[in-house]
């Protein structure tokens, strides 16, 4: 089957920087995409990969190793706005998108 | 600005009454489609249009359906909503299918609550 893995939930401290993980198992690879999704509100996206490497945007950066079926966003300089949850997803063979179930972030200040 | 809406943002139907929501879109995309989320949940994919060609997903239970008259508006019709359908229903658009690089644009969503 297919899988997406992404912890659950992780805390941070404002100002600080987070790495959150995403492993994936799918029936091919077209692309990686990070998606932020804050409480009752609709997904926006953040970020794609579809090369090994370090994608930087702005304050998020989003990495890929294809080899290893894994990927990391990271947030640097952490604001209390950043608390939502950040969502994995790939696009396999089919170039059907295969979603995790997100990471909730927590900021604190 | 180009988006994509949804109405209502949020719907009270009864337990067995059909209950339809709509989806516009003013970015011209080909593909449209509709999630259905539950909390903390990944999104569910339930079906997506490319153009006028509809897509079922092997698993959107009979009770789901969809219609998209024209490239602008998509609506989700449930025809006897028990209470497990109860969620988030997202609709969202792309430009194109079968390209790895589809970014999906998403509307806010209607939150859907079944007495």
């Known amino acids: 089957g297919q899988n997406i893995d992404q912890p659950t939930e992780m805390t941070a401290t404002e100002g600080a920087i987070v790495q959150i993980n995403c492993t994936y198992q799918t029936s091919g690879f077209n692309g990686l995409f990070w998606y932020q999704q804050h409480a009752g509100e609709a997904p926006t996206f953040l970020s794609y990969?579809?090369l090994d490497g370090l994608e930087e945007k702005g304050r998020f950066s989003s990495f890929l190793s294809r080899s290893k079926g894994y990927s990391y966003l990271l947030l640097k300089e952490l604001q209390m706005k950043d608390s939502a949850s950040y969502l994995c997803?790939?696009?396999?063979?089919?170039?059907?998108?295969?979603w995790g179930a997100g990471t909730k972030l927590i900021i604190k200040p | 600005d180009a988006m994509v809406i949804q109405n209502p943002r949020y719907q009270v139907t009864q337990f067995g009454k059909p209950v339809t929501l709509s989806c516009s879109q003013t970015l011209n995309h080909n593909v449209m489609y509709w999630y259905q989320q539950k909390s903390s949940q990944a999104p569910k994919l339930l079906f997506h249009y490319y153009d006028k060609d509809f897509n079922n997903e092997a698993d959107t239970p009979d009770n789901f359906q969809s219609r998209r008259p024209n490239t602008s508006f998509c609506f989700l019709d449930i025809r006897s909503p028990g209470l497990g359908d109860a969620a988030m229903y997202l609709c969202?658009?792309?430009?194109?299918?079968?390209?790895?690089?589809?970014?999906?644009?998403f509307g806010p969503g209607t939150r859907l609550t079944v007495t």
């Open positions: 997803a790939v696009t396999d063979s089919n170039y059907q998108l295969i």
């Open positions: 990969n579809v």
């Open positions: 969202a658009t792309s430009r194109d299918r079968g390209t790895g690089a589809s970014e999906q644009y």
